[in-house]
């Protein structure tokens, strides 16, 4: 038998079904004799009252009696299947046909065995607990594989919704902003052309050309928030920093970036994670925290993981209450940093309490 089927060579639990005690005596001295360094602890029962009350203890097998009195092996295996117990049960007669062994079978017995044959009773144990271990193992590796379906269809949903929510972002970005600074342009220019005074065109055209200056630093902007071109020329370190300089700087705000770790020479898609994460993170202290100071940790892990720390000393917040579960403008810039974190395959942790400022972590 594997030494793994029953954990830490433990005695192994048996349930006997058997009105003749000394048939029970007959199978402890079987048992023994095959394994004296494996211990059986045996208990008998010999009605279904009994048998139910006794299914509580803990049994790892049930050796059941064919020819009960009071009782059977079929009421025993349906018992078992209305309680859903995962026992074994093995069936022990004097003499059984081939058609109720093969009924016996059927019906949820693991194996039967005749008395004259106790000698065999450790081995057919032992295949038993083994085979049971392995189904329950099964079992599990199903169940993780039905969890880890599950979760890749709603990681999948969120990706697709993220994307939209993405690309509503950059719609609206261009149409409210670089859309109507163009339209003034355009204004501009046919207000230069059509002015009688070479003054008045030349304000025009003046007024045009800081309009075009304008969004050429939104499209700049635009484009760092989207993907930051610091990231694939120079690395991550630049890249964030980059975004302290854009966020934090001119907010008045302390700031700092320190590392550990040696940046790798390629850069995995979760880099892009990592800035974007700085700069929620920075957007979100702006916005809301009344901070001071903040700082960036980052640390670059093996197999190019890289974990994330933003720290600022704001007001922070009552977590609790910002992430209850329903998105709103008050959170949304948190629950999108979950969301980015997940979609990576990386947990995002954040450690706040109010007047205690703000910790986000996410190793990505």
């Not at 004799?33 to 299914?55: C, G, K, Q, T």
């Not at 009924?103 to 106790?118: E, I, N, P, Q």
Request: net charge neutral; glycine share 6%; hydrophobic share 40%.
């Amino acid at each position: 038998m594997s030494s793994r089927a029953v954990s830490d060579l433990r005695p192994i639990r048996v349930l006997c079904v058997e009105d003749n005690p000394d048939d029970v005596e007959l199978m402890s001295i079987a048992l023994e004799r095959a394994d004296p360094s494996r211990s059986y602890e045996l208990h008998r029962v010999d009605n279904a009252a009994s048998f139910v009350e006794a299914l509580a203890g803990g049994y790892d097998v049930i050796l059941c009696d064919f020819n009960l009195p009071r009782f059977s092996p079929y009421a025993a295996l349906q018992i078992l299947v209305t309680r859903r117990s995962s026992i074994p049960l093995i069936v022990l007669t004097r003499a059984i046909g081939e058609e109720a062994a093969v009924h016996v079978l059927r019906c949820g017995a693991k194996d039967y065995l005749t008395k004259d044959k106790l000698g065999t009773l450790p081995q057919i144990i032992g295949r038993v607990l083994e085979e049971r271990r392995r189904a329950q193992e099964k079992e599990k590796l199903d169940a993780e594989l039905q969890a880890a379906y599950a979760r890749l269809k709603e990681l999948s949903a969120r990706f697709v919704l993220a994307q939209e929510r993405e690309r509503s972002l950059i719609s609206r970005e261009l149409h409210d902003q670089l859309g109507q600074t163009l339209t003034a342009v355009v204004i501009h220019l046919h207000a230069a052309e059509r002015a009688p005074e070479p003054v008045a065109s030349r304000k025009h055209s003046a007024t045009a050309t800081e309009l075009v200056n304008g969004a050429l630093q939104q499209l700049k902007t635009l484009s760092f928030s989207l993907r930051p071109a610091q990231l694939d020329l120079l690395g991550l370190v630049p890249a964030v920093q980059s975004a302290m300089q854009r966020i934090a700087e001119p907010a008045g705000l302390d700031w700092e970036v320190t590392t550990r770790g040696e940046e790798p020479k390629t850069l995995e898609e979760n880099a892009a994670v990592a800035v974007r994460l700085v700069q929620e993170a920075l957007t979100n202290c702006v916005r809301h925290a009344q901070a001071s100071r903040v700082r960036v940790r980052l640390r670059f892990l093996p197999g190019k993981r890289i974990s994330v720390l933003v720290l600022d000393d704001g007001r922070g917040f009552e977590k609790a209450e910002v992430l209850n579960g329903q998105q709103s403008e008050r959170n949304i810039g948190l629950y999108g940093m979950i969301e980015r974190t997940e979609l990576a395959g990386g947990r995002l942790h954040i450690r706040t309490a109010p007047g205690r400022g703000v910790a986000v972590r996410a190793v990505v």
